[in-house]
């Protein structure tokens, strides 16, 4: 049934704000680009990016685009809005780990797939939702 597919939030409801640590991701995002800030010192991978590296104290940061591939980590079906006003819908936040940034994970929403099909360790990839201001918010569907 159609109506129980998961949905992406509706992005007229989604606002975000940015600094000079997560302004190159936001960047990127808009571009239809996943990247993730990375330590050009240790190369150790972070997120959600910071000013210093965790492992080296490194402010040297890189962001190298990503495959956009990935697995589900974790997960909770939500059947409610969480929005003031706007009818309940199928939701799905999802804890995504990403293939080619070891040591991270990235939290997004699952989208068209029935919630009964979805399980710990599926393939998943990258896509976009539009959201205000003209940015764009990384969701994830299934391979
Ligand atoms: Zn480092």
Request: hydrophobic residues 35%.
């Given at each position: 049934m159609t109506q129980s597919l998961s949905r992406a939030l509706p992005g007229e409801h989604v606002h975000i704000t940015t600094d000079p640590w997560t302004e190159p991701f936001w960047q990127?995002?808009?571009?239809g680009r996943l990247v993730a800030a990375q330590c050009g010192d240790?190369?150790?991978?972070?997120?959600?990016?910071?000013p210093y590296c965790?492992?080296?104290?490194s402010q040297n940061t890189k962001w190298p685009q990503l495959s956009g591939s990935g697995t589900v980590y974790s997960y909770a079906v939500c059947n409610r809005s969480p929005f003031p006003g706007v009818e309940d819908?199928?939701?799905?936040p999802v804890v995504v780990e990403l293939d080619d940034a070891p040591g991270i994970r990235l939290v997004s929403d699952l989208i068209d797939i029935d919630p009964a099909a979805v399980s710990i360790?599926?393939?998943i990839t990258v896509?976009?939702?539009p959201i205000t201001d003209g940015w764009q918010q990384p969701v994830f569907r299934a391979v």
């Open positions: 990127a995002a808009k571009e240790c190369q150790t991978f972070r997120m959600p990016p910071t965790p492992h080296c104290q819908f199928v939701y799905i360790g599926m393939a896509d976009w939702n």
